[in-house]
């Protein structure tokens, strides 16, 4: 009897452990997950997977689930440290990279593991470890690294092109976008490219020399009216239809174009932001469209 009394005291108290645990975590807002490494087998907590926009049944639990999702950028370094764990170097692992969501975009995840049992030759068998969101963070300094180049380049009176290249390449580095840069000529009509480096070159070379006007695509338009121009989806966007067949050749379904005005409100280029599947943007979207045109603004 006093055994039996002992060990319902010792299950319950698991319970209430694993609770508080598993509460901790909800409020936490991490995602958990839980490697057999004997098997190939990974748990991913409910969380886990919300965090990249999957449903519970969207993902399973293979070790792949995890490691196709890494950035390529990401993945060697990742794999190296991972590795480390596996061959008994270190117990824990600690890292920062991407991983790709449902959307196609990039999350940036803290990823906390620790190795909870190894085999007698010392091989790990067992690992759990978390996520943690730190997209916001990462975005932030990209951001302020960013501004921190262009602003070098302007004050120390470089080449126009290498500056609103930086620049493009600053909104590209902290998301999914293909970014732009087009300027309005002397004769307040024509375009040219500035600064395009992630497009195909057969499609900047479509773009200039083109007129602005009132269905001219996303940045023709916004430098002819001097607003924004959002094209949700290029398919169906009628200020696309002269120029579908090449936005179709080049892969594009959405453009989102911020007029870039100069202080007495002239008309100076536009910035774009395009993306390979249709898209609405989110007001932080928009946010930094909108910082991108300014920035270049100065520069110009």
Known sequence: WVLAQQMRRRAASLRDSEERWKFALDG?????????????????????????????????TAYEEWSSRIHPDDLARVMALEQQCHDGQSDHFIAEYRLRTKLGRWLWVLDRGKVVRRSASGRALRMIGTHTDISARKTAEARQGAYAAAMTL?????PLPDILQTIVRGVEVRSDWLCSILLLEADGVH??????PSLPEFFNQGLAGLAIGPQAGSCGTAMYHGERVIAEDIE??????PYLALARQAGLRACWSEP?????GVVLGSFAAYHREPRTPSTDDLSDIGEAAQLAAVAI
């Open 28 to 60: 936490s807002g991490d995602g958990v997950w839980d490697a057999d490494l004997a098997t190939g087998r990974t748990l991913y907590s409910p969380r886990w997977k919300t965090m990249l926009g999957h449903t519970e049944a969207e993902i399973g």
């Open 260 to 264: 870039i005005l100069g202080r007495d």
């Open 236 to 241: 169906t966007d009628p200020r696309w239809a």
């Open 154 to 158: 302007i004050a120390t009176a470089a």
């Open 191 to 196: 375009i040219s490219v500035g600064a395009a």
